[in-house]
């Protein structure tokens, strides 16, 4: 989503690194680029202001001016401002000291409040909490039935005492939502569940019935928290709609949704800002796991084209195995081979965190390969995980078995073809031969003292993917008189005679050999008699 933003972001600072000393003008010139940007990223036009005005204001201070790298200092000043504008730090939900906690759910008409209904609870449960989604929404056709929906995937009980709308012929509602979700509060005490998520009704900031639905329903049950869940996509309208549910219901935090898409996110930018609300949770995707605790800071270091490591740590903590890392470290420690077992098992454990490029796209820098980031084919890895088990147990443990035959075997059981299967396994030998390389260095390749992995350093050569040492192959001079030389030393070597140099050499005749020396009596070590030459 702030794909547009973070490349004219990185574009102005580039400007910046070719400057020593920033001027006046230079700062106003950046700001300005700045400004446009955050303008087309459709970003509030008070928010624009207050954020270009405290950057110019910094920028031109002494803060710039005595910094050793004035352009650095110039990226973690925005950097700062916009963690500012985004909330400054995460809040946590607030727990109520009695359960159950109680968070009311609204928002406008396709915000997506139902399905994260879904991956909130998902979230919670994971966290060790026992929640309860209320189905509340009964005007929407269908809503009830894709939250029952929806709570079966996430593994969490539903309340739904009333089907609602089941289509667009239906009569009408057929139940009190206030009703239900006091009820729901009352059941989920009584079956001791600590966490209660009311989804109710879209509305419109302009649909003064459904307001004063929402805040009778806010009444009813006295929520802990009121998370207004907002769509990422819709722009400037984000801060009116916000307001407005701000003026009729109120709300505690916000939930972006949406955030996977290509709008230009300036809704993401200007909400917590304009109404002084945190943003605590974010959607990135249509699955119920494309859910993450919302972090000022490092959103701010993905627009920046920073990355965003720590929740990449997270994200990898969940889907790896410990106990299968520390066999994998264990063997590798013990000098055993990287096989295609071992393979596909930490292929499998990165699928489990999510999309590849969604991973890929939160290391440093990755902004500079967008294009081939975009091209990145997920179905390759499906390809990959295909061919790997058509092969037999021995082949995946010991792949240089792997001869034509199998070859053809092992595409045709896969659905490729022997060109993927080379390609596979030219790919392995390459790891297997790193994750010697880090076995033997004991760490990451680049780091000091640990070599070149392949592929990573010297030059190129063709056919190799490590530069290999060059040998010098004797052969014929193509200069007459030293070509005449050779032919005489050749001659001399093979009647056993010691090769003379030539005349007029640096170092003058060669010395002859001196007579041959018994061995035993110099009492070398066993075993160097043979180099000892004749």
Same mark, same amino acid.
């Given at each position: 989503?702030?794909?547009?933003?973070?490349?004219?972001?990185?574009?102005?600072?580039?400007?910046?690194?070719?400057?020593?000393?920033?001027?006046?003008?230079?700062?106003?010139?950046?700001?300005?680029?700045?400004?446009?940007?955050?303008?087309?990223?459709?970003?509030?036009?008070?928010?624009?202001?207050?954020?270009?005005?405290?950057?110019?204001?910094?920028?031109?201070?002494?803060?710039?001016?005595?910094?050793?790298?004035?352009?650095?200092?110039?990226?973690?000043?925005?950097?700062?401002e916009?963690?500012?504008?985004?909330?400054?730090?995460?809040?946590?939900?607030?727990?109520?000291?009695?359960?159950?906690?109680?968070?009311?759910?609204? #928002?406008?008409?396709?915000?997506?409040? *139902?399905t994260?209904?879904?991956?909130?609870?998902?979230?919670?449960?994971?966290?060790?909490?026992?929640?309860?989604?209320?189905?509340?929404?009964? $005007?929407?056709?269908?809503?009830?039935?894709?939250?029952?929906?929806?709570?079966?995937?996430?593994?969490?009980?539903?309340?739904a005492?009333?089907p #609602?709308?089941?289509?667009?012929?239906?009569?009408?509602?057929?139940?009190?939502?206030?009703?239900? +979700?006091?009820?729901?509060?009352?059941?989920?005490? *009584?079956?001791?569940?600590?966490v209660?998520?009311?989804?109710?009704?879209?509305?419109l900031?302009?649909?003064?019935? /459904?307001?004063?639905?929402?805040?009778?329903?806010?009444?009813?049950?006295?929520?802990?928290?009121?998370?207004?869940?907002?769509?990422?996509?819709?722009?400037?309208?984000?801060?009116?709609?916000?307001?407005?549910?701000?003026?009729?219901?109120?709300?505690?935090?916000?939930?972006?949704?949406?955030?996977?898409?290509?709008?230009?996110? #300036?809704?993401?930018?200007?909400?917590?800002?304009?109404?002084?609300?945190?943003?605590?949770?974010?959607?990135?995707?249509?699955?119920?796991?494309?859910?993450?605790?919302?972090?000022?800071?490092?959103?701010?270091s993905?627009?920046?084209?920073?990355?965003?490591?720590?929740?990449?740590?997270?994200?990898?903590?969940?889907?790896?195995?410990?106990? $299968?890392?520390?066999?994998?470290?264990?063997k590798?420690?013990?000098?055993?081979?990287?096989?295609? !077992?071992?393979f596909?098992? $930490?292929?499998?454990?990165?699928?489990?965190?999510?999309?590849?490029?969604?991973?890929?796209? /939160?290391?440093?820098?990755?902004?500079q /390969?967008? !294009?081939?980031?975009?091209?990145?084919d997920?179905?390759?890895?499906?390809?990959v995980? +295909?061919?790997?088990?058509?092969?037999?147990?021995?082949?995946r443990?010991?792949?240089?078995?792997?001869?034509?035959?199998?070859?053809?075997?092992?595409?045709?059981?896969?659905? *490729?073809? =022997?060109?993927?299967?080379?390609?596979?396994?030219?790919?392995?030998?390459?790891?297997?031969?790193?994750?010697?390389?880090?076995?033997?260095?004991g760490?990451?390749?680049?780091?000091?003292?640990?070599?070149?992995?392949?592929?990573?350093?010297?030059?190129?050569?063709?056919?190799?993917?490590?530069?290999?040492?060059?040998?010098?192959?004797?052969?014929?001079?193509?200069?007459p008189?030293?070509?005449?030389?050779?032919?005489?030393? =050749?001659?001399a070597?093979?009647?056993?005679?010691?090769?003379?140099?030539?005349?007029?050499?640096?170092?003058?005749?060669?010395?002859?050999?001196?007579?041959?020396?018994?061995p035993?009596?110099? #009492?070398?070590?066993?075993?160097?008699?043979k180099?000892?030459?004749?």
């Amino acid at each position: 989503m702030f794909a547009t933003l973070s490349d004219r972001l990185a574009s102005t600072f580039k400007n910046l690194r070719t400057k020593g000393r920033l001027s006046e003008a230079d700062v106003d010139a950046t700001v300005r680029e700045i400004r446009r940007a955050l303008l087309d990223a459709d970003v509030a036009v008070p928010v624009v202001r207050e954020f270009t005005g405290r950057v110019r204001e910094r920028a031109i201070s002494a803060e710039v001016s005595g910094a050793l790298n004035p352009a650095q200092q110039v990226v973690k000043i925005v950097n700062d401002e916009l963690v500012a504008i985004l909330g400054g730090q995460n809040r946590p939900l607030s727990l109520a000291k009695t359960p159950p906690t109680v968070i009311l759910l609204a #928002g406008l008409q396709g915000a997506g409040k *139902t399905t994260l209904a879904g991956k909130l609870a998902l979230h919670l449960r994971e966290l060790g909490h026992t929640p309860i989604l209320v189905a509340a929404d009964l $005007q929407r056709p269908n809503a009830v039935t894709q939250l029952t929906v929806v709570g079966e995937r996430a593994g969490v009980p539903v309340f739904a005492p009333h089907p #609602g709308v089941q289509g667009e012929d239906d009569g009408g509602p057929t139940g009190d939502p206030v009703a239900v +979700a006091r009820e729901g509060v009352a059941i989920a005490r *009584t079956r001791q569940h600590d966490v209660v998520i009311v989804d109710t009704a879209g509305r419109l900031g302009v649909d003064a019935d /459904m307001m004063q639905q929402a805040a009778d329903i806010r009444d009813a049950v006295d929520p802990d928290e009121i998370l207004f869940v907002i769509d990422a996509m819709i722009g400037q309208d984000a801060v009116t709609t916000a307001q407005a549910f701000a003026d009729g219901v109120g709300f505690t935090g916000v939930v972006l949704s949406k955030l996977d898409g290509d709008a230009r996110g #300036g809704a993401a930018l200007s909400v917590a800002s304009v109404t002084g609300r945190p943003v605590m949770f974010a959607s990135t995707g249509e699955k119920l796991t494309d859910f993450e605790v919302f972090h000022p800071d490092r959103m701010a270091s993905r627009i920046l084209d920073m990355g965003d490591i720590l929740t990449l740590i997270e994200q990898a903590e969940k889907a790896f195995d410990a106990e $299968q890392a520390e066999a994998m470290a264990g063997k590798l420690a013990a000098g055993e081979d990287f096989t295609l !077992e071992d393979f596909l098992q $930490q292929m499998q454990a990165m699928r489990n965190m999510g999309s590849m490029k969604k991973m890929l796209g /939160m290391l440093p820098g990755m902004g500079q /390969m967008r !294009e081939a980031l975009d091209n990145f084919d997920e179905r390759e890895v499906d390809k990959v995980e +295909a061919v790997i088990r058509s092969m037999t147990p021995a082949e995946r443990r010991a792949p240089k078995i792997i001869n034509g035959s199998r070859r053809a075997r092992i595409a045709r059981g896969s659905g *490729t073809t =022997a060109t993927d299967v080379n390609q596979l396994l030219d790919r392995f030998a390459g790891a297997q031969k790193m994750m010697k390389q880090m076995a033997r260095g004991g760490g990451a390749p680049g780091l000091p003292g640990m070599g070149n992995l392949p592929g990573m350093g010297g030059k190129k050569s063709r056919g190799r993917m490590t530069p290999q040492p060059r040998t010098k192959v004797k052969g014929r001079s193509g200069n007459p008189a030293k070509r005449a030389q050779q032919e005489r030393d =050749a001659a001399a070597r093979a009647a056993g005679q010691s090769p003379q140099a030539p005349a007029g050499s640096a170092f003058g005749a060669v010395a002859p050999r001196k007579a041959d020396v018994d061995p035993v009596s110099l #009492g070398l070590p066993p075993g160097l008699e043979k180099y000892l030459g004749r």
